[in-house]
C-alpha cells in the first residue's frame, strides 16, 4: 500500500485490510471483489489484484511459507526488486540493496550522482551505489534507516541537512546542488482523453459493469462508458434494448492518471422496466453499490445520486 501512496492515506486502509484479512490464507482465500473494495480510492489497482496472486501463489507454491530469498520473493505476482529485496532484508536478514524512491533521493545527493532516476542508466548506477554501500552487519536497521532517512530528512524539498547524520561527506551539500539533485522528471504535456458515462438507474437501483482485469481500474466495477460525443439513449437501445424515460447531463469533471487527465461526461437516466442484465452487469441499490469495488472518480458519483 505504500507504494505510490502517502502514509497518513494508508493508515486507515491499512487496518481495515489487516482486520479483514489477518494472515495469509484468509486473503488467498478471499473473493478478488473483497480485495478490490477494501482498496477502492487508494488507486493503482494491480497493487491490489498482484497481492492476491502473490497470496495464492504462496499457497499453492510455497506450502503456506512466506519464501525468504531475495530471488524467490521477486517470482511472486507483482513483486520488484527493490520490493523483494526490502522484505528479504527486513523480514529474513538478507545482504540486500534496496531502492525506492526515498533512497534514490538520498543517493543521488550523496553520491553527487545527476539524471533522472528513472532513466536506466541512471537507475543501474543507483543500483551499483546502492550495493557498494550495504554494510557487513544490521541490515535490517540499515534498510530501515535508509528509507526513513529519506522520508523524514532528505526530503524532496525543505531536507534538513542539520540533523542528516552523514552530511558530512555528502556531495550535494558541499557542492551546493542540494536542490538540483535527483533530476526532476522530463516535463511533457499529459495526454487529454474524453469519455461519457452512464447512470443507469431502476427503481432506486444502479447498473454497474465489471471491467476488464487489465487495464485502467482494472477489475473494478464501473459505468458503462461511450463516446462523448455519442447518443446515449441509442446507445442504450441498441446494446441493452431499452429507451430511457428520462435523461439529464450531470456536471463534466476531470480525473488525472500518472499518464494522461480523463475528462468525464455522466450522464444520468432513468429506466423502466428493468431489462436482461448481460454478462458482466449487475443491478445494486445505490448503498450497497457503494460498498462495491469502485475508482474513486465513480464512488463519488454514485455518493451524489445517493445524497440526491
Given at each position: 500500500?505504500?507504494?505510490?501512496?502517502?502514509?497518513?492515506?494508508?493508515?486507515?486502509?491499512?487496518?481495515?485490510?489487516?482486520?479483514?484479512?489477518?494472515?495469509?490464507?484468509?486473503?488467498?482465500?478471499?473473493?478478488?471483489?473483497?480485495?478490490?473494495?477494501?482498496?477502492?480510492?487508494?488507486?493503482?489497482?494491480?497493487?491490489?489484484?498482484?497481492?492476491?496472486?502473490?497470496?495464492?501463489?504462496?499457497?499453492?507454491?510455497?506450502?503456506?511459507?512466506?519464501?525468504?530469498?531475495?530471488?524467490?520473493?521477486?517470482?511472486?505476482?507483482g513483486v520488484?526488486?527493490?520490493?523483494?529485496?526490502?522484505?528479504?532484508?527486513?523480514?529474513?536478514?538478507?545482504?540486500?540493496?534496496?531502492?525506492?524512491?526515498?533512497?534514490?533521493?538520498?543517493?543521488?545527493?550523496?553520491?553527487?550522482?545527476?539524471?533522472?532516476?528513472?532513466?536506466?542508466?541512471?537507475?543501474?548506477?543507483?543500483?551499483?551505489?546502492?550495493?557498494?554501500?550495504?554494510?557487513?552487519?544490521?541490515?535490517?536497521?540499515?534498510?530501515?534507516?535508509?528509507?526513513?532517512?529519506?522520508?523524514?530528512?532528505?526530503?524532496?524539498?525543505?531536507?534538513?541537512?542539520?540533523?542528516?547524520?552523514?552530511?558530512?561527506?555528502?556531495?550535494?551539500?558541499?557542492?551546493?546542488?542540494?536542490?538540483?539533485?535527483?533530476?526532476?522528471?522530463?516535463?511533457?504535456?499529459?495526454?487529454?482523453?474524453?469519455?461519457?458515462?452512464?447512470?443507469?438507474?431502476?427503481?432506486?437501483?444502479?447498473?454497474?459493469?465489471?471491467?476488464?482485469?487489465?487495464?485502467?481500474?482494472?477489475?473494478?466495477?464501473?459505468?458503462?462508458?461511450?463516446?462523448?460525443?455519442?447518443?446515449?439513449a441509442g446507445?442504450?437501445?441498441?446494446?441493452?434494448?431499452?429507451?430511457?424515460?428520462t435523461q439529464?447531463?450531470?456536471?463534466?469533471?476531470?480525473?488525472?492518471?500518472?499518464?494522461?487527465?480523463?475528462?468525464?461526461?455522466?450522464?444520468?437516466?432513468?429506466?423502466?422496466?428493468?431489462?436482461?442484465?448481460?454478462?458482466?452487469?449487475?443491478?445494486?441499490?445505490?448503498?450497497?453499490?457503494?460498498?462495491?469495488?469502485?475508482?474513486?472518480?465513480?464512488?463519488?458519483?454514485?455518493?451524489?445520486?445517493?445524497?440526491?
Amino acid at each position: 500500500m505504500l507504494q505510490q501512496t502517502q502514509v497518513a492515506t494508508v493508515i486507515p486502509y491499512f487496518e481495515r485490510f489487516l482486520a479483514r484479512f489477518p494472515v495469509l490464507p484468509a486473503l488467498a482465500a478471499a473473493h478478488e471483489d473483497e480485495v478490490l473494495a477494501l482498496w477502492s480510492g487508494l488507486g493503482y489497482y494491480s497493487r491490489a489484484r498482484n497481492l492476491h496472486a502473490a497470496a495464492r501463489s504462496i499457497i499453492a507454491g510455497h506450502g503456506g511459507a512466506f519464501p525468504s530469498t531475495p530471488d524467490a520473493i521477486a517470482r511472486l505476482p507483482g513483486v520488484g526488486r527493490s520490493t523483494a529485496a526490502a522484505i528479504a532484508a527486513l523480514a529474513f536478514g538478507q545482504p540486500c540493496a534496496i531502492l525506492d524512491g526515498n533512497v534514490k533521493r538520498v543517493l543521488a545527493r550523496h553520491g553527487g550522482l545527476a539524471g533522472w532516476p528513472g532513466d536506466r542508466k541512471v537507475e543501474a548506477a543507483l543500483w551499483t551505489l546502492a550495493e557498494s554501500r550495504l554494510p557487513r552487519a544490521g541490515i535490517e536497521a540499515y534498510t530501515q534507516g535508509m528509507m526513513d532517512l529519506g522520508a523524514l530528512v532528505c526530503t524532496r524539498s525543505r531536507p534538513d541537512c542539520t540533523a542528516c547524520p552523514v552530511n558530512g561527506d555528502c556531495i550535494a551539500r558541499t557542492q551546493c546542488r542540494i536542490d538540483e539533485l535527483p533530476t526532476p522528471r522530463p516535463k511533457k504535456t499529459l495526454p487529454e482523453k474524453q469519455v461519457q458515462m452512464l447512470l443507469l438507474l431502476d427503481r432506486g437501483e444502479l447498473m454497474l459493469e465489471k471491467r476488464p482485469s487489465q487495464g485502467i481500474w482494472g477489475g473494478l466495477w464501473s459505468l458503462p462508458e461511450l463516446a462523448p460525443d455519442a447518443d446515449a439513449a441509442g446507445h442504450c437501445r441498441d446494446r441493452f434494448g431499452f429507451v430511457p424515460l428520462t435523461q439529464q447531463a450531470l456536471p463534466q469533471f476531470t480525473h488525472s492518471f500518472t499518464h494522461f487527465r480523463l475528462h468525464i461526461r455522466p450522464v444520468r437516466l432513468h429506466l423502466a422496466p428493468r431489462h436482461a442484465t448481460l454478462p458482466g452487469q449487475v443491478w445494486l441499490p445505490l448503498a450497497d453499490a457503494l460498498d462495491a469495488a469502485l475508482p474513486a472518480p465513480i464512488r463519488t458519483l454514485v455518493k451524489q445520486l445517493d445524497r440526491r
